[in-house]
């Protein structure tokens, strides 16, 4: 395991996570905030291909091209937003998130390779999730922000993205959960150490910061965001969006780091 991996699957997630969102939010927050978005995106996708660990089969490579297929995409989609070729722009999106996705399954099934079919899935399950409330939490609060820039804007859009956010956080709970009992109750003495085991042991605190911090934080951050957003507050809402993406961020950080480290996908 290498800080570089853990960089790289934790900043290639939150790059197609935030290219996941690009359809999500409505025109109206207008040219300037997809045109962000989309350069944020592509920018972390880079450099999260400049920490690229060397690909060991033919599954990381797959993963690679994928995910520069992705870079790809959202970098034209970038540079042609609000400047014509409005034509062509679904099919940008639709090969940046295409790419995306496919890199990301791609890159669980390198990371679980050596495993069986149900911890494959698992893997899979918890990338998605993972890139999913990346996204939304990144792109909630950007949204959030850009009520200074058009004040006029409909807090429904604030309000629709807060719910995707949620619900990108109840399924990243609930495959956390599956990963943790599944781990627990397949264990077989011989084996190494077994999960139980870790999660009670002094590196342990490395696993129950990540369920503070990155799950028990989202969920009731997400949740004051919403009660904030129905009020139509987007000022405080946008406020406790910075504090609830800074939880997501160390959670994920921490999933990628607990992953590499045990082969647990939490």
Known sequence: MSLSAVLFLFLAHLGVGIVFTLVLVSREAG??????????????????????????????????????????????????????????????????????????????????????????????????????????????????????????????????IVKVHIASMVVRVAVVGAAVLFAIATWQPGFGPSFRHYILSVDGVFFWQRVLFGLGGPALLSYLTWETAKIRSTQSATGILYVDFFTVVVGEVLAKYILLATRVPV
């Open 31 to 160: 040219v300037k905030f997809f045109r962000f978005n989309a350069g944020l995106a592509a920018i972390l996708i880079a450099v999260a291909l400049a920490f690229r660990p060397p690909a060991s089969d033919s599954l990381s490579t797959a993963a690679l091209a994928a995910l520069a297929l992705s870079e790809l995409g959202v970098v034209v989609y970038w540079a042609t937003v609000g400047r014509g070729l409005a034509s062509i722009r679904p099919v940008l999106v639709a090969l940046a998130v295409g790419g995306g996705t496919l890199a990301v399954i791609l890159q669980a099934l390198a990371v679980a390779s050596q495993r069986s079919v149900p911890v494959q899935a698992l893997t899979v399950a918890s990338f998605l999730s993972s890139a999913a409330m990346l996204g939304g939490a990144c792109t909630a609060m950007i949204l959030g922000h850009w009520y200074l820039v058009i004040p006029s804007m409909q807090v429904s859009h604030l309000q629709s």
